[in-house]
């Protein structure tokens, strides 16, 4: 995979900024770490969306875990 770098000084690392508006709109910048060029803007709303339903995933995940660990243990103590 190609290394990213930031346009203007060609540096390697970028950081994620939380940012709000005077209308209240919260963004999400990524810009360059060294020289705070903004390479790119997400919507914070749809990040925490896109967190919760992973949060969503993994919980039910973990609980179908559980089922079948009981049912193992279960099994094993019959
Ligand atoms: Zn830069």
């Not at 940012?19 to 060029?37: E, M, P, W």
Request: net charge positive; hydrophobic share 35%.
């Amino acid at each position: 995979m190609a290394r990213s770098k930031c346009p203007a000084c060609e540096y390697h690392e970028f950081e994620a900024v939380h940012v709000t508006t005077k209308t209240g709109q919260k963004f999400c910048l990524i810009q360059c770490a060294n020289c705070g060029t903004v390479i790119g803007a997400l919507d914070d709303v749809k990040i925490m969306n896109v967190i919760k339903n992973a949060e969503k995933k993994l919980s039910r995940f973990l609980e179908n875990l559980n089922r079948k660990v009981l049912t193992v243990c279960r099994r094993k103590n019959s």
